[in-house]
């Protein structure tokens, strides 16, 4: 069963896909609390608990603190995006 759609060759892709094509890129992570992390995603799982590097607290838009290292219970997590800006060096 082909699409037959305006697609291309590639088929839509799933959230677990999603979410292994930005592992070792900046993301930006908000909590349910309205909280921002920014950082690298270095790994996660299936519960979406939630590794960072190079991490940036924001609240209410601000900068709060800097992390090294930050890990995340994904019961936090509101969602995960990609970020528009790049953290040290890019691929």
Not at 24 to 43: E, H, M, T
Not at 57 to 71: C, I
Request: glycine share 16%; net charge positive; with cysteine.
């Amino acid at each position: 069963m082909s699409g037959g759609g305006s697609g291309g060759g590639a088929s839509a892709k799933t959230p677990a896909d999603f979410l292994k094509s930005i592992r070792g890129r900046p993301v930006v992570v908000k909590l349910n609390s309205g909280v921002d992390y920014r950082g690298i995603l270095a790994c996660l799982d299936g519960y979406m608990n939630i590794a960072m590097e190079q991490t940036e607290e924001y609240v209410n838009g601000q900068l709060k603190n800097k992390y090294g290292d930050a890990f995340i219970r994904g019961n936090n997590v509101l969602y995960i995006s990609t970020s528009k800006r790049s953290l040290g060096e890019g691929a």
